[in-house]
């Protein structure tokens, strides 16, 4: 059974417009949450993250939202660019940990 | 910095041929990790280290062994290669820095087995 889930498995935005990918968890012991970018034939790249003791995270154009009670993380992206076209997978872990779980991605495409 | 590094790029293996994957790493990075990615599941933990000389299962670690014998070299091999061993590899290197950390990632291995 999954424990971290990317339920779209696509997403397709306009340029400028927002973007908003989606990251669910089962496990309530997770408390470290990040996002990776990856392009094809590459590994993926960091993008953000967040512990469980804040519930917001901002970097540029990059904003990543912790709402724990609903066991939910979600990654805005404001505004989308043609370049930010890519799969984009949550993944989580505990402090105590060395795992970080993945979900199975989301594709973004945002067209010019 | 060449970062993570990993070795081959591709390899195609006929069912119960052996091989090693190679990742390197220059950030002198204390754990390091391979995953497996198949389409629409992500990306799957083998196995992982923590330091030089130690080494821990991941997620899926049937058909897989692993060797870290220097802190910026980790090994992976398939003894027996099966058709379900067919993926992407990915080698992983994080440190550490108080509560927070975050993993690099090299570019991959697509291995087919035939």
Redesign the interface.
């Known amino acids: 059974d999954q424990q971290v889930k990317q339920n779209s498995p696509s997403l397709s935005v306009q340029e400028g417009r927002i973007s908003i990918l989606n990251c669910d968890y089962t496990n309530s012991m997770f408390d470290y949450f990040l996002w990776y970018k990856k392009y094809p034939a590459e590994g993926p790249t960091f993008l953000i993250s967040i512990s469980s003791i804040k519930d917001k995270n901002e970097d540029g154009r990059f904003t990543v939202f912790l709402n724990k009670s609903a066991k939910h993380l979600s990654l805005h992206i404001v505004p989308s660019q043609p370049g930010d076209s890519a799969v984009y997978f949550c993944a989580a872990d505990l402090y105590a940990g060395n795992m970080l779980t993945f979900g199975g991605g989301t594709r973004l495409m945002v067209k010019p | 910095n060449a970062g993570?590094t990993q070795t081959p790029k591709f390899r195609v293996l006929k069912t119960g041929q052996s091989m090693t994957l190679l990742c390197a790493q220059d950030m002198n990075h204390e754990?390091m990790?391979w995953?497996r990615q198949d389409p629409?599941?992500?990306?799957?933990?083998i196995h992982?280290s923590?330091g030089e000389g130690t080494t821990?299962k991941?997620?899926v670690p049937d058909g897989y062994n692993v060797s870290r014998l220097k802190k910026q070299n980790f090994l992976l091999g398939l003894e027996s290669a099966a058709p379900s061993q067919t993926s992407v590899y990915?080698c992983?290197s994080s440190f550490r820095s108080g509560?927070?950390y975050?993993?690099?990632?090299?570019?991959?291995t697509r291995l087919t087995v035939t």
């Open positions: 993570v754990y990790y995953y629409g599941m992500g990306l799957r933990l992982y923590v821990a991941g997620e990915f992983a509560l927070q975050e993993q690099y990632f090299g570019p991959g």
